[in-house]
């Protein structure tokens, strides 16, 4: 569904950020967009939403160009940023400008989940606290049902019970035609809701893959002893033993739960050897 | 759906301009006819001529606050967030740059000329008031409508410097456009006196009266050049190149 093939992009104080970053996003997934600080999450949602100019590439949503910004992909689009601006007016006096810009926006579920978030209703969106501004803005964009859904940093500023609400609604929302992307750094408040991991380091994507694919090639293991190193692809010290990520093959775990966190610092820690493991895979399936 | 224009999304944009600018055109208004009003006031103390009052002071305040607001209808495109917001809108930018026009030249317009009518009213009324026996003037027919063209005919190229410096120019847009015009007839002018002048004297002294009337004739017809090219081409094309800026925003400088 969304193209991102051979992209340039920098910013004029900081040079070149991208250089030749290729992507695929396909629709029915929740991707999670994971990176250290200034890695380019945020850019590369921008990117994604047509904020941006790329200076070489393609980025394209069903063949269709998104940097053109043509009204029909900005209703398709819908990128919430971290801190998202309210205008200074009364909730239902928002709902009644912004939503008929959204063809497909659905006021019952619009309803539904101002109540799930225990939103006051008829207020000004002003005297809303930045936790409510921030729930009344996922709803919002939830509602709209556009096919493509940005989130950069949405668990941020929410509460626990929200946080748990907000992936009740985005596991609701999810079907075939549609894509989100949330781009965090709080990887334990989407555990179980992303279905696929992206990395982005040094200007490229260093990590792509379904957690399921994961799951079945790699198992996490805890060990007492400290491992071969040549047997796995990453250990880190932990309580009373070492955490391993290894081959399943070599250290079969039936309780195969990833942890994204451990994942995140691996895949960094060990690009060359998560790059050659995962390739391999994809080597063999093309063999076969 | 209509990709460059569709009448639907328009009008809800500029429904959308005019919830959210409500207020400050309230403000602006109410400020505009509190300045007439203090103005009135100190009229009656320098015993100037209404007439100047009408004609010129009036009008050029409203045109000077009308430029004022037009230098800050794009304000989204100065704070990032601001900024996601409204470019992210499914609107086209065509849509987009028609609204903010229309509101900083049409509604500017009637809002001023509702200013300057409201203060007018509450002046003649306070004569009438304070004055038994006074018969209030005529206050809502100041201006004839060759006058009101005449006004626009000039306030219509200035605008468009203006909104140009609006969507061009980040902060300070006001001033740096100001400036912008300034420089601009300032290298016009010096074009005009360094260049233009000197070749009419030249050829007028040194060869013959009818070489100069024809030189005059010249300079007089560049001078309309000039002056057709400043109110009626830039003007024009400054719209242009203000779209294709819009067409090009970003939500950051890239490269």
């Known amino acids: 569904m969304i193209e991102i093939k051979d992209v340039n992009f920098g910013y004029k104080k900081r040079g070149l950020l991208f250089d030749g970053l290729n992507l695929q996003l396909k629709p029915g997934n929740i991707y999670g967009l994971l990176g250290k600080n200034g890695a380019g999450k945020t850019t590369l949602l921008k990117i994604i939403s047509g904020l941006l100019h790329i200076s070489k590439g393609e980025l394209l949503l069903d063949g269709a160009k998104i940097i053109e910004r043509d009204p029909a992909i900005l209703q398709d689009i819908y990128f919430l940023p971290e801190n998202c601006y309210l205008p200074d007016m009364q909730m239902d006096e928002y709902f009644e400008i912004y939503s008929v810009f959204y063809n497909r926006f659905n006021k019952t579920k619009f309803d539904e989940y101002l109540v799930k978030f ?171 | ?152 005919s000039y306030y219509f190229p200035l605008q468009a410097y203006f909104f140009f410096g609006a969507v061009y120019f980040r902060k300070l847009e006001f001033i740096k456009t100001l400036t912008m015009i300034i420089a601009m007839y300032g290298i016009i002018y010096m074009f005009y006196s360094t260049v233009l002048d000197p070749f009419t004297y030249i050829i007028g002294t040194k060869y013959s009266y009818v070489l100069s009337v024809n030189s005059i004739e010249y300079t007089k017809d560049l001078a309309s050049v000039i002056r057709f090219v400043t109110v009626s081409v830039l003007p024009l094309a400054l719209l242009v190149v203000g779209y294709l800026r819009l067409k090009e925003t970003e939500a950051a400088d890239g490269i």
């Open chain 1, 118 to 288: 225990e939103i006051p209703f008829a207020v000004k969106l002003s005297s809303l606290s930045f936790g409510q501004k921030k729930k009344f803005a996922i709803a919002f964009a939830l509602a709209a049902e556009s096919r493509i859904l940005l989130l950069d940093e949405p668990t941020n500023g929410l509460d626990i019970p929200s946080k748990s609400i907000f992936r009740k609604l985005l596991a609701e929302s999810i079907n075939e035609e549609k894509v989100f992307l949330l781009s965090t750094h709080q990887a334990r408040d989407v555990k179980n809701l992303i279905d696929s991991i992206i990395i982005l380091e040094a200007g490229g994507v260093i990590f792509n893959q379904s957690l399921a694919d994961t799951g079945d090639k790699l198992s996490l293991c805890f060990l007492q002893k400290e491992p071969n190193a040549n047997d796995i692809l990453y250990c880190e010290k932990t309580l009373g033993g070492y955490a391993v990520f290894a081959e399943k093959e070599k250290y079969s775990n039936d309780e195969n739960e990833i942890d994204i966190e451990m994942l995140f610092n691996a895949v960094l820690e060990q690009k060359e050897k998560f790059a050659a493991f995962f390739s391999k895979g994809v080597d063999n399936e093309k063999t076969l």
């Open chain 2, 1 to 152: 759906m209509k990709k460059h224009f569709d009448l639907q999304r328009f009008i809800l944009l500029f429904v959308r301009e005019l919830i959210l600018n409500k207020l400050s055109i309230l403000i602006m208004g109410a400020a505009l006819t509190l300045l007439f009003l203090g103005w009135d006031y100190v009229w009656r103390y320098i015993h100037m001529s209404v007439y100047i009052k009408h004609y010129f002071v009036y009008p050029a305040a409203a045109v000077f606050y009308c430029l004022a607001i037009t230098s800050s209808v794009f304000k989204e495109l100065d704070s990032s967030q601001k900024k996601i917001e409204y470019l992210m809108i499914p609107a086209s930018v065509l849509e987009k740059y028609l609204v903010k026009y229309i509101y900083s030249t049409f509604v500017l317009i009637i809002m001023s000329i509702a200013a300057i009518s409201t203060a007018s009213i509450i002046v003649e009324l306070l004569k009438v008031l304070s004055l038994p026996g006074k018969s209030m003037s005529s206050i809502m027919n100041h201006y004839t409508y060759a006058q009101l063209v005449l006004v626009l």
